[in-house]
């Protein structure tokens, strides 16, 4: 068996790379590897892919400081040889922010990462002091229910997604300007996509952007931040 | 970004289509060119984006300093929606220019099905349909591609059309517009002035009167337009332009791969086939370009197929040796090499494996015609024999599915001949169940039948279309004798090939009728669950005209074309030969051998030679 060298690379989806999905996402980074010349091990069989995975989706439209892909190279490259040459290679509205190099394989993103926090940019356009809206948000968080419709393919159906919410803090930029920050569960038993979560906002809390700000994977003893 | 398109994409279901910022696009600062080009393909992102042409004219121009390029595709309905309820017009990808800021819109004819699109487009962006509504603020709106052989329907609409191959004319028409801007000349005489340009056709320098059963009787030029237009055709393509660099989409697209264009032009000579005859003649591109430049493309795409692309890619001097080159040098990147489609009898096995993803993924032959004696009529000359020595091989080699594409509706059929398609069928899944004994279950050939609609500069021009219902009657006829277990049957919507039809060999009364249409609501009438064939014979009951008179009626060969004055280089005398040998059932070879010219005409009219250099080592 070959030397396998494992890394995980975290990076940034901003702009205009928001209205790729996933998929298309993935697809563009297979191909920034090849261009970035990076020595990837390849799977076997006649298709060969790259060996390369990734975290928890990004719902489309929203923007991301923290999606992680794990990668799989067959020389021992610096953490900065490789940063830079992804970051020369990679299509605009994609960045890496780090790379760690693992010790040994460790389990997938996608079965590790137990929780999500998303930032909502929320713009409000009635008066409207800091207290209220504090006191408003205490309102949502203590409800037991929760109730969204959530669009499926066989038609509409409502969803409790209370149980997904784990904590938030709120903080304010000027007179208008709320920063909501959310922390989402994810796992087996679902998780909250924040699009979905707008439907319980007010009329007058207009949501300007939306970004992903950090993953945290459960461990033996607590939680904590994926790199 | 304007945020207010911003705003707009969150509201789509695939904002990836309108967004730009695909990897290698070139956005110039607006206000430092001459000349400001936008070029639409009348479909949505995933089909316009995969079209080479188009792409070969955004990098030419954005190669020169003085112009810049972008592109626009059709937007969906939830887009088109979107932007009226904004109020705001179609806009570019790259830098969201609304259409009618730039200096020349060129649209790409690639099929009949997309003119409403091209129309709608327009209306979208606020520029008025008609070309004699648009002042001096508009752009010039130009068409290119197969469809400006007979851009006729449209003419109404377009300004000018380029006839042939565009990436030297496109820098000939933007230096005369430029000229005549700089000197402060009126959209009227840079266009006078655009006669000049070999190639270009401006549909008002001509008049044509009509018979009173509607038949075209004479097509006039004004002076000093000519009598006849020929196509510009790249002589050298031995060395022919390729861009530096390619795009890399976000979304993907149908053909989500390198492509790179092996050859130009294909002197197979089937009787039925537009391509084959407004694109010669052929000529290879040298191996060495080829295998020069690839390597930098790859490094700059980071794709993971080429495909190596032409009307006959099989038929290139050298094809395995260039294949088996270029797979030893791009495998160990992952990198695999591919051909779009493989002839029956330049099939190999091995020449196969190399290309199709997996052995077990389905194969695809085109014999066209049921019998050896409506194949011998199109001049598709492949015995049986051939065919099903090919297909045996193709078992052999491990292939289970085999796809086997037919036309219905070609000249002198009879139900003889669609009794052959599904005797073929029968003979190839027989082979195949035969070779793949202990896995017969495993085995299936799919009949694909399409309708023939006969296009201009054909030797097929002055034959009838079969109407709807004897369409309908052949399909069904299809149905009832290609059944069983390991068969199956898809054919292509009959009243869609009728439109086809009519707008193939149409005039320009059938502006009319696309306005009409549009109005009514046809748009992406390409896609089969948008087409609405009720709403479009209720424009030609408005505007008061027949579709048949242009679809299923024969024309005499005296009779006056209205695409007459429009020339591929291929002379009539040789397609009304052509015709005549079809009815003989005589074959007409392929001059690519050098043994027999077939005297086309390309040749002598264009000045051109053929040229096979492909596989030579320099």
């Not at chain 2, 393909?41 to 810049?68: A, K, M, Q, V």
């Not at chain 2, 993907?252 to 003649?281: K, N, S, V, W």
């Amino acid at each position: 068996m070959r030397n396998i060298n494992y890394y995980r690379i975290q990076y940034r989806k901003t702009g205009l790379a928001r209205f790729t999905s996933h998929l298309d996402v993935a697809r563009a980074i297979s191909r920034t590897l090849r261009r970035a010349e990076l020595p990837v091990a390849f799977s076997c069989g006649f298709n060969p892919m790259p060996r390369l995975s990734f975290g928890p989706p990004l719902p489309l439209g929203i923007e991301s400081e923290a999606e992680f892909m794990d990668l799989e190279l067959t020389q021992n490259l610096s953490e900065q040889a490789i940063t830079l040459a992804l970051n020369r290679s990679l299509p605009p509205g994609l960045e890496v922010i780090q790379v760690t190099k693992l010790t040994k394989k460790v389990s997938s993103l996608m079965a590790s990462v137990d929780s999500i926090v998303y930032q909502f940019i929320i713009k409000v356009t009635v008066d409207k002091r800091n207290d209220q809206i504090e006191a408003w948000f205490k309102h949502l968080w203590d409800s037991k229910e929760l109730m969204i419709v959530k669009r499926t393919k066989s038609g509409e159906k409502p969803v409790n997604i209370r149980p997904f919410w784990r904590d938030y803090t709120l903080s304010f930029i000027g007179d208008d300007i709320i920063l909501f920050e959310m922390k989402v569960e994810f796992g087996p038993r679902g998780t909250l996509r924040p699009d979905n979560f707008i439907s319980l906002l007010p009329q007058d809390f207009q949501v300007q952007r939306i970004i992903r700000k950090a993953m945290y994977s459960r461990t033996e003893e607590c939680c904590e931040k994926v790199l | 970004m304007n945020s207010i398109y911003e705003k707009i994409m969150e509201k789509v279901e695939k904002p990836g289509r309108y967004s730009g910022g695909e990897l290698n696009i070139t956005v110039k600062p607006w206000e430092e060119v001459k000349l400001r080009v936008v070029l639409a393909f009348p479909d949505l992102y995933e089909i316009g984006f995969s079209h080479l042409g188009l792409r070969l004219l955004y990098h030419r121009i954005n190669e020169t300093r003085d112009y810049l390029a972008e592109r626009v595709y059709a937007p969906a309905k939830d887009m088109e929606e979107e932007l009226r309820k904004a109020k705001l017009p179609l806009f570019s990808l790259e830098t969201k220019h609304g259409l009618g800021e730039f200096d020349l819109l060129g649209f790409t004819l690639q099929y009949e099905l997309s003119y409403t699109n091209i129309l709608n487009m327009m209306s979208l962006a606020g520029i008025p349909l008609k070309r004699e509504e648009r002042g001096e603020e508009y752009p010039l709106i130009i068409g290119g591609g197969p469809g400006s052989f007979n851009p006729e329907p449209l003419a109404d609409f377009f300004d000018l059309f380029l006839l042939g191959e565009g990436e030297e004319a496109i820098i000939e028409i933007l230096n005369v517009v430029t000229e005549g801007k700089n000197k402060g000349k009126t959209k009227t005489e840079i266009k006078h002035d655009l006669l000049s340009v070999s190639g270009v056709y401006l549909p008002e320098y001509y008049t044509v009167e009509y018979l009173p059963d509607g038949r075209v009787s004479a097509i006039k030029p004004l002076p000093p337009a000519p009598e006849v237009i020929y196509k510009r055709i790249i002589k050298d393509f031995k060395d022919g332009y390729l861009p530096e660099k390619e795009l890399v989409p976000w979304i993907e697209p149908i053909h989500d791969r390198l492509m790179i264009e092996l050859l130009r032009g294909c002197t197979r000579g089937c009787r039925f086939c537009q391509a084959g005859m407004i694109y010669r003649p052929v000529r290879e591109r040298d191996s060495s370009t080829i295998k020069k430049k690839l390597p930098a493309l790859i490094r700059g795409t980071g794709y993971e197929e080429i495909s190596l692309t032409s009307l006959s890619s099989a038929d290139y001097t050298g094809i395995e040796k260039l294949v088996g080159t270029l797979s030893d040098c791009f495998s160990t990147q992952g990198v695999k090499i591919s051909l779009p489609s493989l002839r029956i009898d330049s099939f190999s096995p091995e020449l196969a494996a190399t290309f199709q993803a997996k052995p077990k993924s389905s194969l695809t032959f085109a014999p066209e015609a049921g019998t050896e004696r409506l194949r011998r009529v199109i001049n598709k000359n492949l015995s049986e024999a051939q065919i099903l020595e090919t297909v045996q091989s193709a078992f052999q080699a491990g292939w289970q599915r085999m796809k086997l594409y037919f036309m219905i509706g070609l000249p002198t059929e009879t139900d003889q001949d669609l009794e052959g398609i599904a005797q073929l069928a029968k003979k190839v899944l027989q082979l195949g169940r035969k070779i793949h004994a202990s896995k017969a279950g495993h085995v299936k050939v799919v009949v694909s039948v399409s309708t023939f609609v006969p296009k201009p500069h054909t030797p097929f021009q002055w034959r009838p279309q079969i109407s709807l219902e004897e369409t309908l009657r052949k399909q069904d006829y299809l149905k009832q004798v290609i059944r069983g277990k390991g068969l199956s049957f898809s054919w292509h919507e009959a009243t869609m090939s009728q439109m086809e039809g009519v707008f193939s060999r149409g005039d320009r009364r059938l502006g009319k009728i696309l306005e009409t249409a549009l109005e009514l609501g046809c748009t992406f009438d390409a896609w089969g669950d948008k087409f609405r064939w009720d709403l479009w014979q209720e424009a030609f009951k408005i505007v008061g005209l027949k579709p048949e008179f242009y679809n299923t009626r024969a024309r005499a060969y005296k009779e006056v074309l209205p695409w007459q004055h429009l020339s591929a280089g291929v002379s009539k005398e040789f397609l009304r030969a052509e015709d005549q040998r079809a009815e003989e059932e005589k074959p007409t070879f392929d001059c690519r051998t050098g043994k027999e010219c077939s005297a086309c005409g390309v040749c002598p009219t264009l000045g051109i030679k053929p040229t096979l250099s492909g596989g030579e080592e320099h």
